[in-house]
């Protein structure tokens, strides 16, 4: 009886928002791979999607509280791994990112997502206070930024950057003060010229590009320009499924990862957009129902650094499209192809359905 309360209790409504996202996933790599060397990309989008549900029933089915406990061990273990796949990773697009196992590669700086989220709610929670001190902060800042340091090495600036919204949701949350923000603030003010030198020479670029596009529209702007003019081809209903000319002639790059939303938008126009994006925002809006009904803080935690994440990814990824934010390789959840970024998401909503099925316990 159990486990079939279990079943029932589950978001069915987040599960349905969930395979309409993967869905329109699947139909748009399949559109923008169509009479390419990766056409069976979207076969591929289906069966991670198939695996990934599966696994999100699993990790439903396991206490959060129990994986809270081997935070530490996680921890260590997503380090040590960040730093093999640093050291004897096979070079793939110009990084070291992904490590080969069983067949596949396995991007560990995905997966290293939920175990900071895990780490950020168990701090928080056994902080137990009304309001951070800095020091608590500090403490923070260092866990997380050892996993950031790593995977910016790699170099992967956008995921490295995906890291920072677990925290910044959940210390909102945990009582942030506006002394610590201004603080934040002008740290950050200036650090960001020194943070200049250390960047890597493409990552200089991309911001350079993001000022002036048109400065280098056969080279660094072309992906900007061209995302431009596929999302402005659209129009209010699109041109069509295989029938986007930017998509279909090959003049947007990336378009079955970072751009695949701009291949959308060519194709569905406007109303897909629009259609799209709000199943995104009900989507979050669900987590966020979830961490309202959480039994606990770590709970809440939990779920609001999934849902920061989340919006995070759709913020960004939305704005690359648009030259309104510049270009650092943030894929779109649930859409993009990619199995370890979906994989990463599905085991995330696994654990807000976790809390969820626990709301009565007391």
């Known amino acids: 009886m159990a486990s079939y309360r279990s079943i029932r209790d589950l978001d069915w409504t987040l599960i349905i928002i969930v395979l309409i996202i993967c869905g329109l996933g699947v139909l748009e790599i399949y559109s923008a791979t169509l009479n390419t060397d990766y056409k069976s990309a979207w076969w591929k989008h289906v069966l991670f999607t198939a695996v990934g549900v599966g696994m999100m029933m699993i990790v439903a089915q396991i206490d959060y509280h129990s994986l809270l406990g081997r935070v530490p061990a996680m921890y260590f273990i997503s380090i040590a791994l960040l730093v093999v796949t640093f050291i004897v990773g096979p070079r793939l697009l110009g990084g070291r990112r992904w490590i080969p196992i069983a067949g596949m590669t396995i991007q560990v700086s995905e997966f290293v997502k939920i175990v900071l989220i895990l780490l950020v709610a168990r701090y928080l929670t056994e902080l137990k206070a009304d309001e951070l001190e800095a020091r608590d902060l500090v403490k923070l800042a260092v866990l997380t930024g050892i996993p950031f340091i790593l995977v910016?090495?790699?170099?992967?600036?956008?995921?490295?950057?995906?890291?920072?919204?677990?925290?910044?949701?959940?210390?909102?949350?945990?009582?942030?003060?506006?002394?610590?923000?201004?603080?934040?603030?002008?740290?950050?003010?200036?650090?960001l010229p020194a943070a200049w030198f250390v960047l890597e020479p493409y990552q200089k670029a991309r911001l350079t590009t993001f000022l002036d596009p048109?400065?280098?529209?056969?080279?660094?702007?072309?992906q900007v320009i061209q995302s431009k003019i596929a999302v402005g081809n659209g129009g209010i209903w699109g041109r069509g499924v295989t029938r986007g000319s930017q998509t279909q002639l090959r003049f947007l790059p990336v378009s079955l990862t970072d751009f695949l939303f701009a291949a959308f938008a060519e194709e569905h126009?406007?109303?897909?957009?629009?259609?799209?994006?709000?199943?995104?925002?009900?989507?979050?809006?669900?987590?966020?129902?979830?961490?309202?009904?959480?039994?606990d803080r770590a709970g809440l935690y939990v779920c609001m650094g999934v849902?920061?994440?989340?919006?995070?990814?759709?913020?960004?990824?939305?704005?690359?499209?648009v030259g309104r934010v510049p270009v650092v390789g943030i894929p779109l959840p649930l859409m993009s192809s990619g199995g370890s970024s979906l994989l990463s998401v599905f085991l995330m909503l696994g654990l807000v359905q976790s809390v969820r099925l626990r709301r009565f316990v007391n």
Not at 307 to 321: E, P, T, Y
């Open 269 to 295: 126009g406007f109303v897909g957009v629009v259609v799209a994006l709000g199943l995104y925002f009900l989507l979050i809006l669900q987590i966020i129902q979830t961490a309202q009904m959480a039994p």
């Open 214 to 222: 048109d400065g280098d529209p056969k080279g660094r702007g072309y």
């Open 307 to 321: 849902g920061s994440l989340l919006l995070f990814h759709v913020f960004v990824n939305v704005g690359m499209l």
């Open 152 to 191: 910016n090495r790699q170099p992967d600036l956008g995921t490295s950057l995906t890291y920072l919204p677990i925290v910044g949701g959940c210390v909102f949350l945990a009582g942030l003060r506006w002394q610590h923000v201004v603080a934040v603030a002008l740290v950050a003010v200036v650090l």
